[in-house]
T-cell receptor, first 111, second 114 residues
Framework: SQQGEEDPQALSIQEGENATMNCSYK?????LQWYRQNSGRGLVHLIL?????REKHSGRLRVTLDTSKKSSSLLITASRAADTASYFC???????????FGPGTRLSALP | DTEVTQTPKHLVMGMTNKKSLKCEQH?????MYWYKQKAKKPPELMFV???????INESVPSRFSPECPNSSLLNLHLHALQPEDSALYLC?????????????FGPGTRLTVT
């Protein structure tokens, strides 16, 4: 069963703008990860945030986690055309043995 | 070397063919994964190997047969596939099993079943 749900499904912004994507999940988690996938390619790991963390940064990426609301957000600041990709959150299943991907947000950063 | 390689990049096969997909990593990772991804959908887990033993089989039809010959290699043997099996097949590896570890993905094999 699907654990995470991203919102919005698709997002178009201009280069230089910030992009925010949200992920909601249903059951308690130990960790939540975000991945990026350029069209038809493999996924690239962006950030892992643990359940006892509230916020993590990596370059232009900021991830927050609210376990009380069972939600996470990914913020990309000052977007670039190269950020155009699909973004997936991944949440625990099988007692943390593996994780399941949400449906993803397709981001288009237009020049 | 943080690369996961997959061969072939593209594969077209008939429903009666037998073919294999290959995946290799040299990061010393002990967990390896096969995913299937349809267009505009997230990757769906098929199999997980941990320390060269099959750990998770997500109720995948027997026409897909995984094999882990050693800690660096992962194969997916295909036989009597259906057109609906056409998809991008992704291999991944991680240091160990579990959601505490990031997964490294290969570029995928684009499979078309005719």
């Amino acid at each position: 069963s699907q654990q995470g749900e991203e919102d919005p499904q698709a997002l178009s912004i201009q280069e230089g703008e910030n992009a925010t994507m949200n992920c909601s999940y249903k059951t308690s988690i130990n960790n939540l990860q975000w991945y990026r996938q350029n069209s038809g390619r493999g996924l690239v790991h962006l950030i892992l945030i643990r359940s006892n963390e509230r916020e993590k940064h990596s370059g232009r990426l900021r991830v927050t986690l609210d376990t009380s609301k069972k939600s996470s957000s990914l913020l990309i600041t000052a977007s670039r055309a190269a950020d155009t990709a699909s973004y997936f959150c991944a949440t625990d299943v099988n007692y943390g043995q593996n994780f399941v991907f949400g449906p993803g947000t397709r981001l288009s950063a237009l020049p | 070397d943080t690369e996961v390689t997959q061969t072939p990049k593209h594969l077209v096969m008939g429903m009666t063919n037998k073919k294999s997909l290959k995946c290799e990593q040299h990061m010393g990772h002990r967990a390896m994964y096969w995913y299937k991804q349809k267009a505009k959908k997230p990757p769906e887990l098929m199999f997980v190997y941990s320390y060269e033993k099959l750990s998770i089989n997500e109720s995948v039809p027997s026409r897909f047969s995984p094999e882990c010959p050693n800690s660096s290699l992962l194969n997916l043997h295909l036989h009597a596939l259906q057109p609906e099996d056409s998809a991008l097949y992704l291999c991944a590896s991680s240091q160990d099993l579990g959601n505490a570890y990031e997964q490294y993905f290969g570029p995928g094999t684009r499979l078309t079943v005719t």
